[in-house]
């Protein structure tokens, strides 16, 4: 029977090629914003958990409590035992090292007068280690525009923006000029090896890479860091774990009256991260559900006009003695069949228009807000398997509701006015 | 009998006195204060110590200053800032550091940092124009500080590039020197606290000797200045305010 519907379908274009472009251009719809909103979402995640929240992250709890001015006094001491400790706890999670602080850089003319000057934004991460994989995390290696990466202490890596902002070459000697941990003058020279060109605007305007072991020096934080960053071995975020552990870890420390003392945060727990990862599933849900509904009512519309038009057909078939329950019960899986197809045409639209955006994106570093969330960029798609089934909801959905709507119209025709209407 | 007439008379005097000094408009009393601590040249040997959130530190320096437009610092210690040098001239600042060989002009929202960890910003440090020149004042009460009783005077800006806009300064009516200070933001966040201590007669002037900043936008209890040392209106070579010095 099946077999039969879907011939009259395919012979009969009046009757399907309106409902087919319409399913088709909901289904692409939702294919592609689906794809889109997730390939952005998690992109602004990845790129946070990368560059500054870790899927967790320790601080001092007076550091956390001022993070945004980036206070290295409050920074977190005696940090190699606390990361042996945390390995030893939690060894499906990578620690890493991190300072982040901010200073002056200084470029010099020939005189040794200054040349060029601006602020910096500064994050020494753990560089020269053989087992540190934060180089690979950071993408330093593609993001690399000139030069190469520091090989040893006094080399550093500049934003390329901001190189060409101060003129600077590699090999060029700065001069960083800002505060010790403990207030103190911190001057110091250092070589640039190589300008790397992150996406991420708050990084390309003024960022400063170098080694953890060169900026402890420089700041006189003997085996110190501004933050502690744990990454789960599977490189993927799981968020029950982070809170498992987040919250574990703080319950040891719960006692501590020291202001100084170790505090661990999910992901989520930063940068209002939580609200936008619980606001992208909301997005997708919503979306799926006004594309239902307003495909619902463009189909009911739709199937009015087809039932009008095939209005002469039910009515010799329900005078030729089918039963009205029969051709609603066809015309539903001729719905779905419908349905079905303009989902796949949709489905495969969404999809090209999704890996085209995927190896595209669109570039918005001009309209880049100063947030303390790190926002790429270019914003970019991401194919995911959820796009290759969440298109057939709306469209059998909208069309089998359309066609439910629309097809009531058969049970409000009397058998015995039939031959009456069908002289006419 | 004699005792009694001293008596009477003081009994008149000081009220008269009294008057006379409460005729005193806000301008004027400012006017003295600015007498009372300004000069054309000092040379001040002093010491910084800065209360931090996890330790307190000395620094000890030698600053000369000639009028509102030249000043030089040197810092003697400890180590770590040993040999650094400030010079001011007009409104720019050059930092020389001996361990990188570099001399840095400090400029726009670099001067708003904090010196050596401090309560103090570099603008702090640059900002040594009369409070007559800056300020209008008004007096708004009286309090008494430490024994001493003081004018409560509010000072507006007049200037557009006044490192603070409105201020609150407590005057001892006797001395004309400062007490306690409050320094406010153009918003009217209040920014910092001054308190004067160890008030001391010095070449006949009348000079608090320990200073204490403190920034209530940070934890701690601020930083103390003390004057170790200081001479009004010395004879100050030209040398001495010239970028070369900061290499000498």
Known sequence: ?424 | MRNNMKIWLLTLIIPFNLMGQSQLTADEILQKVDENISSNSTITESKMVIHGRRNTREIVSKGYAEGNEKAFTEYLAPEREKGTKMLKLEDKLWIYNPSTDRTIQLSGHMLRQSVMGSDLSYEDLMEDRQLTDIYDAQITGEEVIDNRKCWILELNATVEDASYQKRKTWIDQERFVPLKEELYAKSGQLLKQITMKNVEKIAGRWYPKNVNYKDVLKEGEGTDFIVLDIQFNPEIPDYIFNKASLKR
């Open chain 1, 1 to 424: 029977m099946i077999q039969f519907i879907l011939k009259g379908i395919l012979r009969d274009k009046n009757r399907s090629l309106l409902p087919i472009i319409i399913v088709a251009l909901g289904v692409t719809l939702t294919v592609f914003l689906s794809g889109y909103l997730a390939g952005v979402f998690q992109d602004i995640i990845n790129q946070n958990a990368r560059f500054d929240t870790g899927h967790v992250k320790i601080m001092s709890r007076s550091y956390a409590d001022n993070k945004d001015q980036m206070p290295i006094d409050l920074a977190l001491l005696d940090v190699d035992q606390l990361q042996e400790g945390l390995e030893k706890s939690y060894p499906e999670v990578e620690w890493v090292k991190r300072i982040r602080f901010g200073g002056l850089l200084d470029i010099a003319d020939d005189n040794g007068n200054t040349k060029g000057q601006g602020p910096a934004s500064v994050m020494a991460i753990s560089l020269f280690s053989q087992e540190s994989r934060e180089a690979e995390r950071l993408n330093i290696e593609q993001a690399l525009v000139s030069g190469e990466i520091p090989g040893k202490n006094g080399e550093v890596l500049i934003a390329h923006d901001f190189s060409e902002k101060l003129n600077i070459e590699i090999g060029d000697e700065i001069t960083y000029v800002g505060s010790t941990m403990y207030g103190s003058m911190a001057f110091q020279n250092f070589i640039v090896s190589g300008t790397v060109h992150f996406g991420t605007a708050g990084f390309d305007r003024g960022a400063v890479v170098m080694d953890i072991s060169d900026a402890q020096t420089l700041l006189d934080m003997d085996n110190g860091a501004t933050e502690i960053l744990g990454y789960f071995e599977s490189g993927q975020y799981n968020s029950e774990k982070a809170f498992e552990i987040a919250n574990e870890f703080n319950q040891k420390q719960a006692s501590s009256d020291d202001e100084f003392a170790p505090k661990m945060f999910s992901l989520e727990q930063q940068n209002n991260l939580g609200d936008m990862l619980a606001y992208s599933n909301y997005m997708s849900q919503i979306i799926v559900i006004i594309l239902i509904f307003a495909m619902s009512v463009v189909l009911w519309n739709t199937g009015l006009l087809g039932g009008l038009r095939r209005y002469k057909e039910y009515g010799i078939r329900l005078a030729l003695g089918e039963s009205k329950g029969s051709i609603y019960r066809k015309s539903i899986i001729e719905a779905i069949l419908i349905g079905g197809m303009g989902s796949i045409i949709g489905t495969i639209l969404g999809l090209s228009a999704t890996y085209y955006m995927q190896e595209v994106g669109v570039d918005i570093s001009d309209l880049m807000p100063q947030s303390s969330m790190m926002i790429p960029s270019t914003l970019r798609a991401k194919m995911i398997p959820s796009q290759f089934y969440i298109g057939f909801i709306p469209g059998v959905c909208a069309m089998v509701l359309g066609n439910m709507l629309s097809g009531m119209g058969i049970y409000k025709r009397q058998t015995a006015h039939l031959f009456k209407e069908l002289e006419v």
